[in-house]
Structures are given as structure tokens and as C-alpha cells.
């Protein structure tokens, strides 16, 4: 695994902090069909843009032309009082919190307060952001995404999310999907919340380990613990051991480890990875625990900015989007990409919050009845610099009442083997 380093802190909730932001790339419903189709041929300019080797010409150049995957960086001026990170938005001040976390002392030595300072200049370490603490999977894909950097544990998702929005972070890595447990949902909110943009992805097997103080015997357990996915993708194994004990939920599997090595737990084992029980002290009860060996994590990489989409390489593009007249508009843009060979490697709905049960008939006769409201994200295999996904979404334009890029990035093609461990 390639070496980071870890941080001190772990950033706490910034849910004081405003971050609510126009969607960019809305596309209103009150919109002529024409100027819609006008609308989408000025984001595009697929007729005039040429692409040299696949290419854009510069970055100023496509931020311009793709106003669905522009955005406007929110600016930061920070000064240190005490433990706390002052951030002016709009000129109010706000105060985040940093909470330091009680680690080993033979860890690396962490990201100090004085560090989170603006984007790094040319050459400096990238500040990645993930959810968990030191030793979970989260932060080896952050170093598998990229190598050598800082990485700064948080407490929440949205935390992640705020601490690359507000320059406390360079970039964030956060799981969208397992293939055994399926969608990370909440991550799928935070994308349309959050003025962020998708900007690569990473995928790294999962290697469960069963983890105990040392000394301590798998009789001597009465209760195993680790993140609800986890005990899951455990199930099985742990009754084959012979592990019929009570199994409790909690945030994270490294989370899991050291809350037993910091409380001295000798009757509770933890399912986390083996970088874990170097790290809080633990022994390996044993190893490779999952049910299936073919588990693996997705993860994608977040940025304040977009990349420029290129063709020389297999591009994946993600969208959202949702219709005022329901689901029907499904099929219709479905076929958009359909017709132009354009395969989909992911389809999700999440309810649409706004307006989250549509309301049909006539209710004076007592003919009415209720539909729930959903949004569509898709993931679909080109890139933005592909003239058959700029028309296709053109045409997905003309039915729907709401569209965003969330990002047009490089797909992740290194090949993985279930039986390397990763950790």
C-alpha cells in the first residue's frame, strides 16, 4: 500500500457552517423547447468545438463552454485562535472545530493545526479528506488515489465533504458503492447538496480481519463489533468460527479497533482491516473473514474544480436528474443513451426532497392518488469530450426538468485479484 500520512485531528461536524449553494447546471422547467436546445448547444458548442487529440484546449476554455460543470470556489481567509480554525464566509465567521483524537504514540507524526493553510503550491502535498479514522479502508483508498499525501480523518461524510468545500482539504475520497451491500446513499445526497465535482475513482477489495487484544482467545468472546456493512458481509463466517455472539453496529471497523484497544476490551473483537491492528496494537484472530472474496469497494475522488475531459482514455461520466411528470421520463432517457452505444455502469434513485409525493386526479370527486418524487443518478461510460454523450445530453435535456454533471472523470482500470491483500 502506498505510504501517507496521517492526521492528528479528525475534523468534527461543520454543520454550523452555511454551505447550501445553487446547483449549477439547473436546468429550469419554465424553459421553450428551442431555448432549451439552444441552451444545451452554448454549454457545448458541439458544432465549432474542436478536440486536438482528444483534448480541450485549456481549462479556461472548457470551464467556459461546460457551465454545468462550472462552480464557483468558495473563498476562505483563515486565522488560528487556540484549537479552532476561523473560516469568513460572506464575511460572517465561523468557527470549526478540531477535536484531536487519542492515537498511539509510535504513529507518524500527524498534520498539525498550523498546516491547514490554502491550496498547496506546486510540488506540495495534497490534503485528502475521508471518513473514519487512521486504518480504515477510506484511507487506504485515499492512498491508492493518491499517493503520498496528507490524509485528514473526519468524523461525518458531509464533514469531508465542507473540508475540501472550505479549503480545508485539497480532496476528498468517499465510498458510493460495495458489491455486496450495495449504494452508500447518504454520499449520493451529499453529491447534490455540495458544489463539488467528481473527479476520478478508485476501487479497493475489502479484506475483513478479525481483530482481538493480544492474549486474548476466540472463546473468550462475547460480542463482536464493526460497521453494520461489515458485520454483514461477516455474517457467515463468524457462525462457522463458532462466533454466536451478540454483534454490534458501530461507525467505522477501524473505529471498531480502537475502541477496544483504548477501553481494554478482552471480551470484544473488532472486523477491520490488518492495518488496524497495527496500528491500535491488536492480534489477528483471523484473517480474511469475508463471505465472498470478490468484495469490493468504489470510491470516488472530489474536487473543488472539474478536470478536463479527454478521449485518449476510457472516460465515466455521472449525472442527476429528475422530471416533473414522475418516472415516466425514464424510458425516454435511458434511450438517449441507448441509441448512441453509450453503456450505463450504474443507475440509482433517491427520493427527490423537494417535492417528494406528486399529487394526480381530481380531489373533489375523490379520485386522487399519490406518487413518490425520485431523482436519478447514472454513471454511463464516455466522456464529456465524446460528441455521442454531448448529444445524448442534449436529448435527455428536452425531458427532463432538472440536469447536473456531477463529473466526467477517468475510470479506474487497474486490475485487483480477491486473493491480494490490499491491506
Known sequence: MNSITPSKHILKSLSSLDTTTLIPGKIHHHQSKRARICNIKAIYKQETRNFSAGLVSNRADWQTSCAILASNVVSQQSTEKT???IVSINGVHRTLDLVPVQQETNLPKPL????????????SQLRVAYQGVP????????GKAYPNCVAIPCDQFEVAFQAVGHWIADRAVLPVENSLGGSIHRNYDLLLRHNLHIVGEVQLPVHHCLLALPGVRKEDLNRVISHPQALSQCESTLT????????????DTAGAAEFIATHNLRDTAAIASSRAAELYGLQILADGIQDDSSN?????????????????RPFKTSIVFA?????????????AFEFRNISLTK?????YKNRPIRVVGDASTGGTAKHFEYMFYIDFEASMADLRAQNALAEVQEFTSFLRVLGSYPMDMTAWSPSIRDL
Do not use: Q
Open 112 to 123: 498539525s493545526i498550523t498546516d491547514l493553510s490554502p491550496a498547496p503550491m506546486h510540488g
Open 347 to 351: 443507475i440509482e434513485s433517491r427520493p
Open 240 to 251: 462457522k468460527l463458532g462466533l454466536n455472539v451478540a454483534r454490534e453496529a458501530v461507525d
Open 135 to 142: 486504518g480504515a479502508y477510506s484511507e487506504a483508498a485515499a
Open 83 to 85: 484549537d479552532a480554525e
Open 296 to 312: 469490493v469497494t468504489r470510491f470516488v475522488m472530489l474536487a473543488r474544480e472539474p478536470i478536463i475531459p479527454r478521449t485518449d
Open 323 to 335: 422530471h416533473d411528470e414522475g418516472m415516466s421520463v425514464l424510458f425516454k432517457v435511458l434511450s
